[in-house]
């Protein structure tokens, strides 16, 4: 009878691949698939933002373009209204000028033009994960005009 004699453990593999060896690629694909599930999130988050943004932007806008048209054009004036998830909050006064713009403002009353800046909060969400946005221009209209609404 002959014996049998086993090959060393080295020569016995077959081609398959050991537990150790897949538990190993199992973790580095469940590493990179949480690397991408969290840059995809990221990513997601910024698109939600950018789209409040700008649909803030556009609620800006199109009260920004009522303003002396259906929004009267005068000083001390205030308004509020909402436009479907977002809520505004508009007021008219005297433009003051900064520091480096007093010549504007001196430019304005020799041309007998009457500057109103216009600024205009927009706001969504429920707190504690609320925003708002300041919206701000100046306007101009003759001063003339100015009495008469005065």
């Given at each position: 009878m002959r014996s049998r004699h086993l090959p060393p453990v080295s020569m016995r593999r077959n081609g398959g691949f050991t537990l150790?060896?897949?538990l190993?690629?199992?973790m580095v694909f469940a590493l990179s698939f949480a690397t991408?599930?969290?840059i995809l999130s990221g990513s997601m988050r910024n698109t939600v933002r950018a789209r409040h943004y700008?649909?803030?932007a556009l609620t800006a806008q199109s009260v920004m373009d009522q303003?002396?048209?259906e929004i009267p054009l005068e000083?001390?004036?205030m308004a509020n209204g909402e436009s479907g998830d977002y809520r505004w909050e508009l007021q008219i006064y005297d433009y003051q000028g900064t520091e480096g713009e007093f010549?504007?403002?001196e430019l304005a009353e020799l041309t007998q033009i009457a500057l109103l800046q216009v600024d205009l909060y927009v706001s969504w969400g429920e707190p504690p994960?609320?925003?708002s946005r300041r919206f701000s221009t100046v306007k101009a209209m003759l001063a003339g005009r100015m009495e008469e609404i005065e």
């Open positions: 150790l060896e897949l190993l690629a199992f991408v599930m969290e700008t649909e803030a303003v002396g048209v000083p001390g004036f010549n504007a403002v994960r609320d925003s």
